[in-house]
């Protein structure tokens, strides 16, 4: 899949509703006589609804409305490991150049806020080696963007060597598992522009197709290929759960250094997560998770979601855990939605859910 695009995506704000229905069960919901009981810095105001996805009109919950709070979508972390053989350059087809240029631009962008990263690089700068370990811990480690930090790491780079995957892929993953934090999505992004040779034993595209498969489920890898007859690499992208990969033409340098950066930004939009940490209750009051209510706001729309505890119909939104909830969290196609249509989500509390299947 040749991309060819600039996608810039912003992160959904949280805007957090506290209502003030009349309860109709035990005093375990959040509460607020008015607006002007609300906090200085908050607001309660909500606008018209237009569009719907299977929920009720979001009007009726407007008189309920009093404060309103601000939380983030999860953090993002992208675990970069970042192919530096010596096939990245050549007096026809400089794709170092181009690469490092079109990472620099996205590691200290501005849109690039709320995405944590770190970088590394193969083959082993040393002695090329073939043991993971050598993998394992980052020129930059996991740091908050946007950074300078990573173009200066790329400049102190010289491209060398083979193309040792599978251990590079290894060394990623260990790194990516030992740091992982307790929230958030962490994902792989494998840069490189030729598939495993022969400088390692083992080293081959099946071999790290079934390294990819086989922590997928948490972890997915994206790869980017960059150059040409790379089609092999959609295996190693399909190993880690991410569909192709993105392969980036090397022929000319401004048209590689656009797609490649089309590229990681598409790879950061596909791995935003769509859910949301739900804010704590005022002192003294708890969540009463059966009066919930979820709006996607993009610009002069406000689409409600209606709750699909299991998001067998594809949209609308669930709990982390129907019991003790933690987290609201989008069903596939609304947060596809989303991701098209880069707003907020209002989270309004105090007046009965509105739900597809309780």
């Known amino acids: 899949m040749v991309v060819s695009m600039k996608l810039s995506l912003g992160l959904a704000a949280l805007a957090v509703m506290v209502t003030a229905c009349a309860p109709s069960g035990p005093a375990s919901e959040f509460r607020s006589t008015s607006k002007a009981d ?16 299977g929920a009720g009109s979001a009007d009726e919950f407007e008189s309920c409305a009093t404060r309103s709070a601000t939380a983030e979508p999860m953090p993002v972390y992208l675990v970069f490991m970042f192919d530096k053989s010596g096939s990245m350059t050549s007096s026809t087809s400089p794709k170092w150049a181009a690469a490092k240029a079109a990472s620099r631009a996205f590691f200290e962008s501005p849109d690039s806020s709320g995405v944590s990263a770190s970088l590394t690089f193969f083959p082993d700068a040393q002695d090329y080696s073939c043991s993971a370990s050598a993998y394992s811990t980052p020129q930059v480690a996991m740091t908050a963007l946007p950074n300078a930090a990573f173009g200066a790491s790329l400049d102190s780079q010289s491209p060398a060597g083979g193309t040792p995957t599978h251990v590079a892929l290894q060394g990623a993953m260990a790194y990516a598992q030992g740091t992982a934090p307790s929230r958030g999505k962490v994902a792989i992004v494998l840069v490189t522009d030729g598939l495993p040779d022969s400088s390692c034993t083992g080293n081959s595209v099946g071999a790290v197709r079934d390294l990819a498969a086989s922590v997928a489920g948490a972890l997915p890898t994206y790869v980017i290929g960059v150059g040409d007859e790379l089609a092999s690499l959609n295996e190693i992208a399909a190993g880690g759960g991410t569909g192709d990969a993105f392969i980036v033409s090397a022929s000319d340098p401004r048209q590689l250094q656009q797609e490649f950066l089309g590229a990681i930004n598409a790879i950061k939009a596909s791995a935003l997560a769509c ?81 597809i299947v309780k």
């Open 38 to 53: 609300a906090p200085a810095g908050t607001t309660g105001e909500l606008g018209a609804v237009t569009g719907d996805d």
């Open 275 to 355: 859910d949301y940490a739900i804010p704590a209750a005022p002192a003294g009051e708890r969540l009463d998770r059966a009066k919930v209510n979820v709006v996607h706001v993009s610009g002069a729309s406000r689409v409600p979601l209606a709750h699909d505890a299991t998001c067998s119909g594809g949209s609308g939104w669930r709990y982390d855990d129907a019991e003790a909830p933690q987290r609201i969290v989008l069903c596939d196609a609304s947060c596809d939605a989303v991701k098209a249509k880069p707003g907020r989500i209002e989270v309004l509390f105090g007046c009965a859910t509105d739900a």
